[in-house]
């Protein structure tokens, strides 16, 4: 089974060619960037504030903080810290926010058992290449039926995280990750009301991994079945095309780790081709000094973009929340049309009320354009009509961050100091020595002092 397969490979002996190894310290160090930020901007407190009453022996610290509470309280908090300010990177193919579930087991345990650094890193990539086979196996599949392929899949990675520094054997491991499918969901009614639910699900689902892989270890069972089925997860949660075979398929010579994008803007990745589109239109001869001049501005959309990022019943030239602005490709589109760049500061409460976005995102009209592939993968192009009837375009092959069109090593240390402060800069250094560092210890000391 299918499970089973990938379990054995999890619990194996996992070989990390130097561009797997070199991707994964991108992904966790532009994580603990993100969760930073997130931490400064406090969206997040109440999930710390549960996750320190959760309590539990002082086995791990939520990432920035000084106490240690229990591994699962804090892989909790960590979660949603990462994912806060929808900064954090997506694989295309399986449209999953990785590092959100996979950073958080895999320090949260590491620093429980007192992991080595290559040992943390090694659970990292066995944790990217679930999250990103297994939701990548139904495309767009989880989205389709309602749900959030992050929290869908992340259960299961954040199992197998646990389970590998938990060192258990394979058997174990398979009823970790059956254990973890009974606890996968996430609802995307957030999109209708900018909810907060959406920043909680990586923190359940890396919860959720961490008590599964718990759990088997003290005897209970879960179905191997659980991504073959009858009754599996892609039997209960997904619609559309799934090949469950492609999960196993190519382990350890296929990697998706690789092909994880890193997010230059924080908002939807949904958004981002028609934001870059929008950004070179900015540099095309002919763009107005005066946006009043733009009658309208037309954007195209992949078909399974739209209802996340377009969808109906919705304000989205004047969104409700800054979690709703995220979510809105007019207001993003018009914003970066106005401003020449999107970033934390664009998504503050005070941002979202301006009246000049809202007036310009009422003017953006949005077409299907299937251009086939991956939503999260698609070219953008944005065309503006001005008063004398003159059109100024701006088309992308796709956007940016991604693994064909990657930030460079500076661009993303740069993007980390950005969450971080200059007292992050400590943390870049440790973060790429991982693989000698003897324990956690000292990146959680750097993350406590970059997280005061």
């Known amino acids: 089974m299918i499970a089973s397969d990938l379990a054995d490979w999890a619990t194996g002996t996992v070989e990390l060619p130097e561009p797997v190894r070199h991707a994964a310290l991108r992904h966790l160090l532009d994580g603990l960037g993100t969760a930073l930020a997130g931490r400064r901007a406090g969206v997040v407190d109440p999930v710390l504030v549960v996750a320190r009453d959760l309590g539990g022996p002082a086995e791990a610290t939520p990432l920035g903080g000084r106490a240690r509470i229990g591994a699962p309280a804090a892989a909790l908090a960590s979660g949603a810290l990462v994912h806060a300010l929808d900064f954090d990177d997506t694989h295309a193919a399986g449209l999953v926010h990785a590092t959100a579930v996979v950073l958080p087991a895999a320090f949260a345990v590491g620093e429980q058992v007192g992991a080595t650094g290559r040992q943390v890193l090694t659970a990292a990539v066995v944790g990217y290449e679930t999250v990103c086979r297994v939701a990548a196996a139904a495309p767009h599949g989880f989205h389709a039926r309602g749900l959030h392929a992050t929290m869908v899949a992340g259960v299961f990675s954040s199992a197998l995280v646990t389970a590998r520094l938990l060192g258990l054997d394979a058997a174990r491991a398979t009823d970790a990750l059956g254990i973890a499918g009974s606890q996968a969901g996430g609802l995307l009614a957030f999109l209708h009301t900018g909810a907060s639910t959406k920043q909680l699900h990586p923190g359940f689902a890396s919860h959720a991994g961490v008590l599964a892989a718990r759990l088997a270890a003290a005897g209970a069972s879960g179905p191997a079945n659980v ?15 799934v090949v469950p075979a492609s999960i196993v398929d190519g382990l350890g010579s296929r990697w998706e780790t690789t092909r994880i994008g890193i997010k230059p803007y924080p908002a939807c990745q949904l958004s981002h081709a028609a934001i870059d589109a929008a950004r070179q239109a900015r540099r095309q001869p002919g763009f107005p000094a005066d946006l009043a001049a733009v009658t309208r501005v037309d954007v195209d959309v992949h078909p399974d973009s739209a209802p996340t990022v377009c969808g109906p019943g919705r304000d989205l030239a004047r969104p409700a929340t800054p979690y709703a602005a995220k979510f809105s490709l007019p207001w993003s589109v018009a914003a970066m049309l106005l401003d020449g760049d999107l970033t934390t500061a664009s998504y503050q409460p005070e ?17 299907i354009a299937d251009t086939g592939g991956h939503a999260a993968d698609a070219p953008g192009t944005v065309v503006l009509t ?17 693994p064909d069109a990657p930030l460079s090593d500076d661009e993303l240390t740069a993007k980390f100091l950005g969450n971080a402060g200059d007292v992050g800069t400590p943390v870049v250094d440790l973060v790429r020595r991982l693989d000698d560092l003897d324990s956690l210890d000292p990146i959680v000391a750097a993350l406590a002092a970059a997280g005061d």
Do not use: C, E, K
Request: hydrophobic share 40%; no cysteine; net charge positive.
């Open 227 to 241: 991504l073959d089925g009858p009754h599996g997860v892609f039997d209960a949660l997904a619609t559309g095309p």
């Open 351 to 367: 941002s979202i009320a301006r009246a000049d976005v809202a007036a310009l995102a009422d003017r953006v009209r949005w077409r």
């Open 386 to 402: 001005l008063a004398d009837g003159t059109t100024v375009r701006g088309t992308v092959p796709r956007s940016g961050g991604g």
